[in-house]
């Protein structure tokens, strides 16, 4: 059992570790979703977070935790900085400006290659993340946000969600709170890339791009947004989904779609909707 538990952790750690690095991100784009901001910029603040902690990792031999703390630092000042003019906006206009700062991110990235490397990335990080990290860091993440959703703060979060001039008129800080989901958000996501960024030894400014920051969006809405497992659930389903296709071989993207169509047509919530699963369990006992 131990041989096969051992062969099992070779082939997959990655992928298994890539889970938890993807729920990360889940959970930093719900954070600004729970406070109704359409907000796009997670994979530039994932980016700038791999980007940084990997430097000071490579270029000045700084240890695994202080690369982690400028990781979630950097993102997270970078989310003050432009959430000023950007958190104005709302919908779509801040989507949209949200995916151009992500541009601006990947080609500062591109030009920048005394740094980055521009075009070629980053190659030859230190493995410094390991399975206890990503656990960790999932766990610490989700009790605080599940501490944070049932506080004053996590109400004001709803209120803004469900009206936010209602809730300007009943004295919350709008601004403030929406500025407040934003870098936190930018924080998370900037874990996510730092972990991510010390296990997969490379890192390239295509990785940070609109894809990556559709892939996150879509993992939160496919899980569903009414709580914290949702968006932990369709990090897993989008991270395990390819793998389990690979026997479709060409097809694989394609089948992929329509499974992920399919559940967005009959599972509009999300397919962690409590409300729903309330509606039948109280159905059933109804009937029973």
């Known amino acids: 059992m131990t041989a096969v538990l051992e062969n099992f952790w070779s082939v997959y750690s990655n992928l298994v570790l890539t889970l938890g690095t993807n729920a990360l991100l889940a959970l930093s784009i719900w954070l600004t979703l729970s406070c109704g901001m359409l907000a796009m910029a997670n994979a530039a603040f994932m980016g700038i977070g791999a980007y940084t902690s990997a430097i000071l990792s490579m270029n000045y031999g700084a240890p695994f935790p202080v690369a982690i703390a400028a990781g979630m630092a950097a993102p997270a000042l970078t989310a003050f900085v432009i959430g000023k003019p950007t958190l104005r906006l709302s919908g779509v206009y801040l989507a949209m400006a949200t995916l151009a700062f992500g541009e601006v991110v990947r080609i500062v990235v591109l ?74 958000g930018a924080a998370i996501a900037g874990l996510a890339g730092v972990l991510n960024a010390h296990l997969t030894f490379f890192i390239g400014p295509n990785e940070y791009g609109f894809d990556r920051g559709v892939d996150i969006l ?5 899980g569903g947004i009414n709580g914290l497992t949702g968006p932990v659930l369709g990090g897993v389903i989008l991270t395990v989904l390819p793998e389990a296709l690979r026997a479709f071989g060409d097809f694989r993207l394609v089948v992929n779609g329509v499974i ?20 039948w369990f109280g159905r059933k006992g109804a009937t029973a």
Do not use: C
């Open 218 to 222: 879509t993992m939160t809405v496919l």
């Open 111 to 184: 030009n920048a290659e005394s740094l980055t490397g521009g075009a070629l990335g980053l190659n030859g990080i230190p493995q410094a993340t390991q399975w206890w990290h990503v656990l960790l860091a999932v766990v610490l993440v989700l009790l605080a946000l599940w501490r944070m959703r049932r506080s004053k703060v996590g109400r004001a979060f709803e209120a803004i969600k469900e009206d936010e001039t209602a809730a300007g008129l009943m004295g919350i800080d709008v601004g403030g709170h929406k500025m407040l989901a934003f870098v936190l």
């Open 260 to 279: 992920l169509v399919l559940i967005v047509l009959f599972l509009p919530k999300g397919i962690w909707d409590p409300s729903r699963f309330r509606q």
